[in-house]
């Protein structure tokens, strides 16, 4: 392999935690490699916010802390230095205007994940001290004196291996999610083979797959309900908000929202139901006095619904409620009961649910305690969250503790 080139810090993987990590270290003393095994950065970050790029949300910890999965407590002191706040204003010193919309959710003004990408990008391609590598995927990590050691297959013009060191290294990998944008586990791996475990992944975020599911569904969101998640019986969870019918299954906000649960559950071989109240601003007895009111003898059941349903959904929810009646209309409009079978895997998953596990992870720097010098940053880790710019923010809060430690102790050498 030759002899080995040699760095202050490696970022491994370039999407959203390594770029920013390497923004962060851009005109500090560091000399910094960031690494992409693609030809190019942030592939998956083009996809997020159906390629709009929900950056972050505005609300504030103890509301923002509700949406952080599995433990909110260990992402709370990365927020506290570097906050939604803080992604805002970094964000418009790389010359990017943002704009906050419906839900607290903050976008760029153009409404492009591309200008995201970008204006990370153009900030690295202008650093001295940062050498973007394309195509160098890492095959290992090995643990040497005075730092690591890093085996780099590159694939651009012919396949090649070589050696480069450092005195610390951030894992910026990412998970399981989208495969097709490079996040093929290969942080997991590393991690390993450094001593770390991996908590068992999950797609998280994805769409859940009805019993026979009615296609004429797709295409259909429904605004303004209720989703209850059923596990064996008993309700474990409640959103209102959007939910959306896709060629995957029950998507859109709230179903992505149940979707972290209803994944574990179907894993573990439970009963899994999705039980939609479709007029959850009215009471039973409201809702019944409504359909005694307006109903007439004779009138069929399937016209009278087009009076409460959207007309696409009509069918389906006829066929999906046995035995439906008129008497029975008011309750089965606020307890549409899905079951559950499935779910759509990574390759259409947003985020993954599991990874290097938060106990083998310093709070306050993301550094592991098990290798000194050794970093992780962003969905690597065993944490992430709900849809609404949440997971973003967590690789930029994260990515930016680990670049602040790593300043930190270069300055104390």
């Not at 910890?61 to 204003?89: G, K, V, Y």
């Not at 204006?119 to 394309?134: C, E, F, W």
């Not at 990590?141 to 070589?162: E, P, Q």
Request: proline residues 5%; positive net charge.
């Amino acid at each position: 392999m030759g002899e080995c080139k040699e760095y202050d810090l490696i970022i491994v993987g370039a999407g959203a935690a390594g770029m920013t990590a390497a923004v962060l270290a851009s005109g500090s003393s560091l000399k910094v490699a960031l690494l992409e095994k693609n030809g190019q950065c942030g592939k998956k970050l083009l996809l997020t916010g159906k390629g709009r790029c929900n950056i972050t949300n505005t609300r504030p910890w103890e509301e923002l802390s509700t949406h952080i999965h599995p433990d909110a407590a260990f992402f709370r002191p990365a927020f506290m230095s570097f906050s939604n706040t803080d992604t805002i204003a970094m964000f418009q010193s790389l010359g990017l205007p943002v704009t906050v919309e419906r839900g607290m959710r903050v976008f760029p003004r153009s409404g492009r994940s591309m200008d995201v990408r970008d204006a990370l990008l153009r900030r690295i391609v202008s650093s001295d001290n940062i050498d973007l590598q394309y195509n160098s995927e890492v095959v290992s990590i090995d643990r040497i004196s005075g730092g690591f050691a890093l085996s780099i297959m590159r694939s651009d013009d012919r396949i090649s291996v070589r050696c480069l060191q450092a005195k610390t290294v951030i894992i910026a990998t990412g998970g399981l999610s989208y495969p097709a944008t490079g996040s093929t586990g290969d942080g997991y791996r590393l991690a390993g083979r450094l001593g770390h475990t991996v908590t068992p992944t999950m797609p998280s975020l994805t769409a859940l797959v009805p019993e026979k599911y009615n296609f004429d569904l797709i295409g259909l969101t429904l605004r303004n309900v209720s989703l209850s998640l059923m596990v064996d019986g008993g309700v474990v969870q409640t959103e209102f908000g959007e939910l959306t019918f896709t060629d995957g299954g029950l998507e859109g906000a709230i179903g992505f929202r149940v979707s972290r649960r209803a994944v574990k559950a179907l894993t573990d071989g439970k009963k899994v139901e999705a039980v939609i109240d479709l007029k959850p601003a009215v009471t039973p007895a409201e809702l019944k006095a409504r359909v005694e009111r307006e109903y007439r003898p004779g009138v069929d059941l399937e016209r009278f619904l087009e009076r409460f349903l959207p007309l696409k959904a009509v069918g389906p929810f006829i066929e999906t409620v046995p035995s439906l009646t008129v008497q029975s209309l008011p309750v089965r409009l606020k307890s549409w009961r899905i079951p559950i079978k499935d779910f759509v895997d990574y390759r259409r998953a947003v985020v993954t649910a599991g990874g290097v596990p938060l106990k083998e992870i310093s709070r306050k720097t993301m550094e592991s305690k098990l290798v000194p010098g050794l970093y992780f940053a962003g969905e690597v880790m065993d944490l992430d969250a709900d849809t609404g710019g949440y997971n973003l923010q967590i690789a930029f809060s994260t990515a930016a503790a680990a670049v602040r430690s790593v300043i930190n102790r270069s300055t104390l050498r």
